[in-house]
C-alpha cells in the first residue's frame, strides 16, 4: 500500500504539467481562432447563435413571448420577441446579445478552473437545444445543429483532459471574439443594430450603448485572464 501511494505521487506533478500545457496552449488556439480572419468568419457563427441565445433567454426571464430567432450566412441573426413595446423588459432583451458570448466564454473558464466542465456543457446544450425549436430559416436551423453536435461529442466522447482543454479553446474563442465583436460596433456605419435599438428604446446615444458592450467584454476578458492566474486543478481520471 504504501508503494502504491509513493508512485502516485511522483506521478502526479508530471500529469499536472501535461494537463496545464494542453490548457493553455488551447487558450492560445482558441484567442488565435478569433483573431485570424479566416477562422473568425466561420466561429462566428456560432457566436451569433450564443448572442441570439442571450436575447431569447433574457426576453423570457423578462417576461416577454419568443416568436423567432434567425441566423444569416452575413452572421447576422434576429430574435423577435413579443410583450409591452417600451419598458425594462425590452431594455434587458436588447441588452443581453454583445455581452452573452462573453459571459458564456467567462463561465466556461471558471468551470474549467473549478472542473466543472460537465456542467457547463449540459447548460449550454440545454439553452441552446431550446432555441432549436424557434429557428425559422434553414442556415440557422444548420449551424446550430453543428453547434449542439459538438457539445453532444464533447459530453459523450471526450476524455477528461480533452473536455478540459476544448472548454478553455471555446472559452477563450467567445472572450476574445465577444469583444471584437463590440468593438465592430464602432466601425459599422449601418444601423439596424442592437446599440441602435437600445438608442431609439432609451432615447440614449447608441454610442453610449457601444461602450457599455465594449467595457463589458472587456471585463469578461479581464476577468477570464485572472482566473487563469490561478492554479489550474488537476484532472483527475
Given at each position: 500500500?504504501?508503494?502504491?501511494?509513493?508512485?502516485?505521487?511522483?506521478?502526479?506533478?508530471?500529469?499536472?504539467?501535461?494537463?496545464?500545457?494542453?490548457?493553455?496552449?488551447a487558450l492560445?488556439?482558441?484567442?488565435?481562432?478569433?483573431?485570424?480572419?479566416?477562422t473568425?468568419?466561420?466561429?462566428?457563427?456560432?457566436?451569433?447563435?450564443?448572442?441570439?441565445?442571450g436575447h431569447?433567454?433574457?426576453?423570457?426571464?423578462?417576461?416577454?413571448?419568443?416568436?423567432s430567432?434567425?441566423?444569416?450566412?452575413d452572421?447576422?441573426?434576429e430574435?423577435?420577441?413579443v410583450?409591452?413595446?417600451?419598458?425594462p423588459?425590452?431594455?434587458?432583451?436588447?441588452?443581453a446579445?454583445?455581452?452573452?458570448?462573453?459571459?458564456?466564454?467567462?463561465?466556461?473558464?471558471?468551470?474549467?478552473?473549478?472542473?466543472?466542465?460537465?456542467?457547463?456543457?449540459?447548460?449550454?446544450?440545454v439553452?441552446?437545444?431550446?432555441?432549436?425549436?424557434?429557428?425559422?430559416?434553414v442556415?440557422?436551423?444548420?449551424?446550430?445543429?453543428a453547434?449542439?453536435a459538438?457539445?453532444?461529442?464533447?459530453?459523450?466522447w471526450?476524455?477528461?483532459?480533452?473536455?478540459?482543454?476544448?472548454?478553455?479553446?471555446?472559452?477563450?474563442?467567445?472572450?476574445?471574439?465577444?469583444?471584437?465583436?463590440?468593438?465592430?460596433l464602432?466601425?459599422?456605419?449601418v444601423?439596424?443594430?442592437?446599440?441602435s435599438?437600445?438608442?431609439?428604446?432609451?432615447?440614449?446615444?447608441?454610442a453610449?450603448?457601444?461602450?457599455?458592450?465594449?467595457?463589458?467584454a472587456?471585463?469578461?476578458a479581464?476577468?477570464?485572464?485572472?482566473?487563469?492566474?490561478?492554479?489550474?486543478p488537476?484532472?483527475?481520471?
Amino acid at each position: 500500500m504504501n508503494l502504491h501511494s509513493s508512485v502516485s505521487l511522483t506521478l502526479a506533478p508530471s500529469a499536472v504539467d501535461e494537463s496545464e500545457a494542453l490548457l493553455w496552449v488551447a487558450l492560445v488556439v482558441g484567442i488565435a481562432l478569433a483573431l485570424v480572419p479566416s477562422t473568425y468568419r466561420w466561429g462566428r457563427h456560432g457566436v451569433t447563435a450564443v448572442h441570439e441565445a442571450g436575447h431569447a433567454l433574457v426576453a423570457l426571464l423578462a417576461g416577454r413571448r419568443l416568436r423567432s430567432i434567425r441566423l444569416h450566412r452575413d452572421s447576422s441573426g434576429e430574435t423577435v420577441s413579443v410583450g409591452r413595446s417600451g419598458g425594462p423588459g425590452v431594455v434587458l432583451t436588447l441588452l443581453a446579445g454583445y455581452p452573452a458570448p462573453s459571459l458564456v466564454g467567462l463561465s466556461g473558464v471558471w468551470a474549467a478552473r473549478h472542473d466543472h466542465v460537465e456542467a457547463w456543457v449540459l447548460v449550454l446544450l440545454v439553452v441552446l437545444g431550446g432555441t432549436l425549436f424557434l429557428l425559422r430559416n434553414v442556415f440557422g436551423v444548420v449551424v446550430m445543429l453543428a453547434v449542439l453536435a459538438g457539445l453532444v461529442a464533447l459530453r459523450r466522447w471526450a476524455e477528461p483532459e480533452q473536455a478540459l482543454a476544448a472548454c478553455a479553446l471555446v472559452s477563450a474563442f467567445l472572450l476574445a471574439a465577444g469583444l471584437r465583436g463590440a468593438l465592430e460596433l464602432f466601425a459599422s456605419r449601418v444601423g439596424g443594430n442592437d446599440a441602435s435599438a437600445l438608442a431609439q428604446a432609451t432615447h440614449l446615444p447608441a454610442a453610449l450603448w457601444k461602450t457599455t458592450f465594449v467595457a463589458v467584454a472587456l471585463a469578461a476578458a479581464v476577468a477570464g485572464a485572472w482566473v487563469l492566474g490561478l492554479q489550474w486543478p488537476a484532472v483527475s481520471g
